[in-house]
């Protein structure tokens, strides 16, 4: 019997995706376990393996297709003893087969008088002005299941959530970015674009400059999306120590001299990762997360650290960095930020994390103020160490000085937590003999 093949949901929060490549093509012979295609998630491009066996009878999605809908039939599968056109034809006829003209027709509309035509107009105008908080004609509330799950915890009210997802779906990221403040700003913006004839169009971008154009991949999105929610709704307030190095410096030479053998060597990051992860277990004020009318405090830190790959900026996650030695963080971000640049990372290597750091010392920047990735409660941002005059035991001398700062959601940290943190980072930088501890 045919099997339709249908898009996978790779990760939790997937609603769609791009089939960026098929690895197969029709006539092909598939065996459970074959990697059938790639497909590009809002967070990296991941294989997808083959369950059932057969023949690719036909291939109903072509490579390179964006927006394909989770659940959406992308392939027909023949089984063995089965001909390809049987098939098809035996899918063809089914109520699962893809038949977009059928399914969206519509019987046409008995004339309608001037009166009438009023009202209809009425209706269509409060369906649009709906469609941003996603609101179907009939009340009901369009919500992915994990989006109403998280409403439930949190007491969120869906009906005042804006959705982004397809055609004004509420998802995950819409609840959690979900502040009280935006559902009274969003009646007025309804009202306001209710009083246009017509929805106005995003005008193309023109230029007479000579230039390139790049469509962005669904990793853009998410990253331009997830930002601007977070400066919209989060309300960030910055701190930043300058930190001496030189015997961080020395201790890593030291453990670098001693892990050779092992083919083992940290980088200054791999320090610096463990030293966050130690000062929020100091400072468990500062290893949190806002939920609405909860505050969640984390009992371990799981560090993401973001890494530059060829798609976007991506943060794989450092899981109980708070307990793990220098050598395993070593490994497992070299391991981890491998895949990352080569779009590998699978879901659970990338998706949650307590807070994060983001470290461009490595491009010669002195200083810098990095963006909160919620539901996490701050970041940290790392400079570059540089030979600088410091004032060390009532003399001046020249030290290696880092100017760190640390990015903190004002609704769920106070200022003088974010300064406890700080403090607590930049002793265990300056004596890090803690962190072989």
Partial sequence: ????????????????????????????????????????????????????EGVIAKILVPEGSENVAVGTAIAILAEDGESTDDAIAAMSGSSGAPEPAKAKAKPAAPEEKPAEKKVVAAETSNAASSAGTGSQKDGRIKASPLARRIASNKGVDLAAVTGTGPKGRVVKADVEGFTPEAATKAPAAAASTSTSAAPVEAKPFTTDIPHSSEKLNNVRKVIARRLTEAKQTVPHIYLTVNIQLDALLKL??????????KGIKL?????????????LMEVPKCNV????????????????????????????????????????????????????????????????????????????????????????????????????????????????????????????????DGAQLMKALKELIENPMGLVA
């Fill in 1 to 52: 019997m045919a099997v339709e093949i249908k898009m996978p949901a790779l990760s939790p929060t997937m609603e769609e995706g791009t089939l960026a490549k098929w690895l197969l093509k029709e006539g092909d012979d598939v065996v459970s376990g074959n990697i059938m295609a790639e497909i590009e998630t809002d967070k990296a491009t991941m294989e997808f393996e083959a369950v059932d």
């Fill in 267 to 279: 980088s200054v990051n791999d320090l610096l990762i463990k030293a966050l992860a130690k000062a």
């Fill in 252 to 261: 890593r030479s030291q453990l670098n001299s001693a892990l050779e053998s």
């Fill in 289 to 416: 997360s806002f939920a609405g009318d909860q505050l969640i405090t984390y009992e371990r830190a799981d560090i993401s650290v973001a890494v530059a790959a060829p798609s976007g900026l991506i943060t794989p996650i450092i899981k109980e960095a708070d307990t793990k030695s220098l050598s395993a963080i070593s490994t497992e971000m070299k391991e981890l930020a491998g895949k990352a640049r080569e779009g590998k990372l699978q879901p659970h290597e990338y998706q949650g994390g307590t807070a994060s750091i983001s470290n461009m010392g490595m491009f010669g920047i002195s200083q810098f103020d990095a963006v909160i990735n919620p539901p996490q409660g701050m970041i940290l941002a790392v400079g570059a160490g540089e030979k600088r005059p410091a004032v060390i035991d009532d003399s001046l001398q020249i030290a290696t000085m880092m100017s760190v700062t640390g990015s903190f959601d004002h609704r769920s940290i106070d200022g003088a």
